[in-house]
């Protein structure tokens, strides 16, 4: 089962010349400048939806295991999703896009990463603009060629603003987010579980040895950090 997330009501945007230049130009006659950067390099809107803090969290926690598209192999990837794939490769809406999944059982979900960048020289300072913010670009070569221009010592590029969008998941059965959320809460409680567990035997283990261990100590036969129960 596949699930895109693509929002069908930019289609018209997305897939018709006509329509774009439209959108450009209402949005550059509003003044919607935001709308007009957030294309900025790319051929149409992106129409995948942002992830929140929460849902990102909760992907992660059920796939941890992040890689480049291009690289996954563990499961074969559905028809509809390579061609949303191929959609956002050749409209640029991307930075880089990647597939996290799960190694035991992969229900591989797509992720398209957004990011600018700032330029720094050799003594890591940023280039500010006048009312000193990171002049921010979109691309390594148009940061080196702005800095170039303007004599700025050029050192290197860093990310910033980075955001992640939802493009498609796929499993043999699609659970709602409210039972994804479920699935991460129980296997955070057994993951931490285990190790608070752990840790509190160590502890306790260490306070019934405490007068003994308290000798070794004075003698400098254990450390502090093995007095207070830490591994040995």
Same mark, same amino acid.
């Given at each position: 089962?596949?699930?895109?997330?693509? !929002?069908?009501?930019?289609?018209?945007?997305?897939?018709?010349?006509?329509?774009? &230049?439209?959108?450009?130009?209402?949005? &550059?006659? @509003?003044? @919607?400048?935001?709308?007009?950067?957030? #294309? /900025?390099?790319?051929?149409?809107?992106?129409?995948? *939806?942002?992830? !929140?803090?929460?849902?990102?969290?909760? @992907?992660?926690?059920?796939?941890?295991?992040?890689?480049?598209?291009?690289?996954? !192999?563990?499961?074969?990837? *559905?028809?509809?999703? @390579?061609?949303?794939?191929?959609?956002?490769?050749?409209?640029?809406?991307?930075?880089?896009?990647? #597939?996290?999944?799960?190694?035991? %059982?992969?229900?591989?979900? =797509?992720?398209?990463?957004?990011?600018?960048? $700032? =330029?720094?020289?050799?003594? $890591?300072?940023?280039?500010?603009?006048?009312?000193?913010?990171?002049?921010?670009?979109? %691309?390594?070569?148009? =940061?080196?060629?702005?800095?170039?221009?303007?004599?700025?010592?050029? &050192?290197? #590029?860093?990310? /910033?603003?980075?955001?992640?969008?939802?493009?498609?998941?796929?499993?043999?059965?699609?659970? *709602?987010?409210?039972?994804?959320?479920?699935?991460?809460?129980?296997?955070?409680?057994?993951?931490?579980? =285990?190790?608070?567990? !752990?840790?509190?035997?160590?502890?306790?283990?260490?306070?019934?040895?405490?007068?003994?261990?308290?000798?070794?100590?004075?003698?400098?036969?254990?450390?502090?950090?093995?007095?207070?129960?830490?591994?040995?």
């Amino acid at each position: 089962m596949v699930e895109i997330y693509a !929002n069908t009501e930019l289609n018209d945007v997305l897939f018709e010349v006509e329509a774009l &230049q439209e959108w450009k130009e209402l949005a &550059q006659e @509003m003044g @919607m400048e935001s709308q007009l950067e957030s #294309i /900025k390099g790319k051929e149409s809107p992106n129409p995948y *939806p942002y992830m !929140n803090k929460g849902i990102q969290i909760i @992907m992660e926690t059920l796939c941890p295991t992040k890689v480049k598209f291009k690289e996954y !192999n563990k499961t074969p990837i *559905p028809l509809e999703v @390579m061609k949303q794939l191929a959609f956002s490769v050749r409209d640029n809406h991307f930075k880089h896009i990647e #597939i996290w999944y799960d190694d035991i %059982t992969p229900d591989p979900v =797509a992720i398209g990463y957004t990011y600018q960048y $700032y =330029a720094y020289d050799r003594e $890591y300072k940023h280039l500010l603009d006048e009312n000193k913010k990171d002049v921010l670009f979109e %691309t390594e070569t148009e =940061a080196k060629d702005y800095c170039s221009t303007i004599g700025f010592q050029y &050192q290197g #590029i860093n990310k /910033k603003n980075e955001n992640k969008y939802l493009i498609a998941r796929w499993a043999d059965i699609l659970r *709602p987010f409210n039972e994804l959320k479920e699935l991460a809460k129980e296997r955070l409680i057994e993951k931490y579980g =285990a190790t608070l567990k !752990n840790e509190i035997e160590e502890k306790t283990q260490a306070l019934k040895k405490l007068t003994d261990n308290t000798i070794l100590f004075l003698n400098g036969e254990i450390t502090e950090s093995q007095l207070k129960g830490q591994r040995w």
